[in-house]
């Protein structure tokens, strides 16, 4: 003999459980949601500190660029003249030629100095850059995270829709009437 509330009993299980999984879905899709939007905060963030820092550092650079340049041109253009200095002795012109020609070796190696300085600003800019492709990064995973989230609402309402079908189903069944329980 069969027992028609255990088939009953069953679709009500089984709606529990789809209001279950439905929950649950509810639940990682505002995960996801807070996740995305958390992200894109962080990214709206980091972006904008990135572009103020780029800024920053290519003002910066403009700046050191000019005057370094302005002042070591100064020093490696610096002539002698030696109708300039008619008190000198051809000694004394030979020291202060001398003297000349290292501060023009210097400020040569100066220059080279400072270009590596700037090639490492040039770097630290290309860091902040770095961090706004980051901050992009992090856009995107925030618009595969809301993507999955419509995802995730969708099959809740499938699985709630489903399960509201099983309760229906279930209490049709405990409407209809078993034959065999009529006959006794």
Do not use: F
């Amino acid at each position: 003999m069969s027992h028609p509330r255990s088939s009953v009993d069953g679709r009500d299980d089984r709606a529990a459980d789809r209001d279950d999984t439905a929950d649950r879905r509810d639940d990682t899709t505002r995960d996801r949601d807070e996740a995305a939007h958390q992200r894109d905060t962080e990214a709206d963030k980091r972006d904008e500190q990135a572009r103020d820092s780029a800024d920053d550092l290519t003002g910066h650079i403009r700046q050191i660029g000019r005057q370094i340049v302005d002042r070591l041109a100064r020093i490696e253009n610096t002539t002698l003249d030696p109708a300039d200095w008619p008190d000198l002795t051809p000694a004394a012109l030979a020291r202060l030629e001398a003297r000349i020609t290292e501060q023009r070796r210097l400020a040569g190696l100066d220059r080279a100095a400072i270009g590596t300085l700037l090639d490492e600003i040039q770097r630290a800019l290309g860091d902040r850059r770095h961090d706004r492709m980051g901050a992009g990064n992090d856009r995107r995973a925030a618009e595969q995270d809301r993507h999955h989230s419509a995802g995730d609402r969708r099959d809740a309402r499938r699985d709630r829709n489903d399960a509201e079908r099983d309760r229906n189903q279930a209490a049709i069944e405990r409407e209809q009437v078993d034959p065999c329980v009529i006959d006794r």
